[in-house]
């Protein structure tokens, strides 16, 4: 396996906006003393377990890449699903005994994003439901923020707000990528929101949505114990994250790939919020 392989395996941008969903709950856990070694068993846990659940969902979805054109070891033919199954087998167990070591709450977190992820590769009549399809990523951003944040002791206000904020933010992305995936969904018997409601009310549904958490997300400051940091980059995070949702509307029949791309300026947002949360905790 070469490079390009290993990255699509690995999804290194979807990996990095996940890890940073433990990080921030962890920032934003009690006032108990840090304790960075348990943090960085938890990201190895977490990065077991979701490669996993990757490598899952290329097996299932292997002739649904295939019509969406994405370029794939499997779909492409240059690795084999024997090969794929053994590495499911091998990065379930260890992200299982990793998270066993852990403080009971984080772990029980890591183990039901783990669940939640194999649900949405395995699911198939979950993903035939309009909107639910996106329940298990959603689900298990929130329990990673909500992990991060067992691991110093204690779930704050801070943390649960951040929990559901981000749970709606995963929600609008995953109904933004479909916009670029109609035709293998539709072959994979999915009904995701945008074959339901059309690409145009979608897109519409996604600014207005925008708008809401980017507003609700700069509010935060007036009630959660956030500082400086967060002063600064919650207002960009949330004009970027309106802004991609914005400017998606001007590039709906651009084709697949530009709608993903347009999804990316969305996702740089909620990395944003997620350094503010990060951030702001820090005074």
């Known amino acids: 396996m070469d490079l390009r392989d290993f990255c699509h395996l690995v999804r290194p941008p979807y990996m990095t906006f996940f890890s940073l969903a433990l990080v921030a709950g962890y920032f934003n856990g009690s006032s108990y003393p840090t304790k960075y070694a348990e ?3 938890a990201l190895s846990a977490f990065f077991c377990f979701w490669t996993s659940v990757y490598v899952l969902n290329d097996l299932s979805d292997i002739d649904v890449d295939r019509i969406n054109g994405l370029n794939r070891p499997l779909p492409r033919g240059r690795a084999r699903p024997s090969q794929y199954r053994l590495a499911f087998g091998t990065l379930s167990l260890v992200g299982i005994l990793l998270s066993l070591v852990l403080p009971i709450g ?30 298990p990523p959603a689900g298990s951003f929130s329990l990673l923020i909500i992990s991060g944040s067992f691991l110093r002791g204690e ?10 904020v981000m749970f709606v933010l995963v929600s609008i992305a995953g109904n933004v ?3 670029g995936d109609v035709a293998g969904d539709r072959y994979g018997g999915r009904r995701t929101i945008a074959m339901t409601a059309g690409v145009k009310t979608t897109a519409l549904l996604n600014v207005l949505t925008s708008v809401i958490i980017g507003g609700l997300v700069v509010l935060s400051f007036k ?37 993903r791309r347009r999804n990316g300026l969305q996702a740089a947002g909620a990395i944003v919020i997620m350094l503010a949360y990060i951030f702001g905790m820090a005074g």
């Open 177 to 179: 990528k479909d916009l």
């Open 223 to 259: 009630f959660l114990p956030l500082g400086f940091g967060f002063a600064v980059l919650s207002p960009l995070g949330s004009s970027v994250l309106v802004a991609g949702s914005v400017d998606l509307l001007r590039h709906l029949e651009s084709g697949p790939a530009e709608i």
């Open 39 to 41: 943090l960085g068993l």
């Open 106 to 135: 984080s772990g029980i977190c890591l183990l039901g994003c783990w669940v939640l992820g194999v649900s949405y590769s395995v699911g198939v009549e979950i993903k035939r439901l309009p909107g639910f399809s996106l329940l």
């Open 155 to 164: 779930i704050t206000t801070a943390a649960s707000f951040l929990s559901a």
